[in-house]
């Protein structure tokens, strides 16, 4: 009964997150935004989450199960670069040098964002601190 629920609430969980996608994608189109529907769906869900209109709780094991199969999601990549060897052939020393430059782009501003906000609740922390 237990894996029967913990099924039904992963699933809706994820048709949550779907939702949420095609609303943003909707919104993209409708409004002509300059943002991929993915990166538009996340800002509104973070917007969401911030303003406590939805909780965290609603979308955990969805998001949990989605992250653990990732792999699956990228089967098409892998079908595609068999697909087309030549073009891997002639232009594949191009493509490593974007994936890399962009891989450490992501990683270094990870890493700068992580830190600013780890400094900036040590900040906090010490001035609640100070005024208590």
Known sequence: MTSLRSLLRI????GLLASIFVLAEWAVSYFHLPLPANVT???ALLGLLLLGWVRVEW???GAGWLL???LLFFVPAV???VNYPDLLLQQGW???VVLVLSTCMVLGTTALVVDRLY????WLSRRSR???
Request: proline content about 0%.
């Open 11 to 14: 699933s809706s969980q994820i």
């Open 41 to 43: 769906g996340m800002l």
């Open 59 to 61: 979308f955990r094991d």
């Open 68 to 70: 653990a199969e990732m």
């Open 79 to 81: 079908v595609a670069v």
């Open 94 to 96: 191009r493509i490593g």
């Open 119 to 122: 400094r900036f609740e040590i």
């Open 130 to 132: 100070r005024h208590a």
